[in-house]
Nanobody
C-alpha cells in the first residue's frame, strides 16, 4: 500500500515556473514507477511524465517536452515535477501516481495509487 500526497501547485503567470512535489508513504517506494498526470476542466486525465524506479529513463508528453522535468529521490520517498515556461494551457489539476508495473506506463489504468491532486493555474 502506498499513500501519495501532492503539493506545490498555485497561480503563476505565463512564462513562470512551479515545482510540484509528491510525498509517498511506505518502505517500497523505490519499487514503483512514478508518473504525473493532469486533468483540465471538462477534459480527461492525461499523461504528463513518467520516471523509472531508478530515476532513468524518463518519458514526457510531447506538450511538455523540453519544459518539464520529472525526478525522484528514493531516499526521501519523493517525486518532483519541475515546470518551466508555463503556458495557460498547462492549467489543470496535477496528480502523481504510482505503478507496480516495470514499464514506463503512460495510461491511467496502469497506475495503482493516486495522489489527491494539486491545482496549477497559469494566467496569460
Amino acid at each position: 500500500q502506498v499513500q501519495l500526497v501532492d503539493a506545490g501547485g498555485g497561480l503563476v503567470q505565463a512564462g513562470g515556473s512551479l515545482r510540484l512535489s509528491c510525498a509517498a508513504s511506505g518502505r517500497t517506494f523505490s519499487t514503483y514507477v512514478m508518473g504525473w498526470f493532469r486533468q483540465a476542466p471538462g477534459k480527461e486525465r492525461e499523461f504528463v511524465a513518467v520516471i523509472s524506479r531508478s530515476g532513468l529513463p524518463t518519458v514526457y508528453a510531447d506538450s511538455v517536452k523540453g519544459r518539464f522535468t520529472i525526478s525522484r529521490d528514493n531516499a526521501k520517498n519523493m517525486v518532483y515535477l519541475q515546470m518551466n515556461s508555463l503556458k495557460p494551457e498547462d492549467t489543470a489539476v496535477y496528480y502523481c501516481a504510482a505503478s507496480s508495473s516495470r514499464l514506463l506506463a503512460t495510461r491511467t489504468p496502469s497506475y495503482d495509487y493516486w495522489g489527491q491532486g494539486t491545482q496549477v493555474t497559469v494566467s496569460s
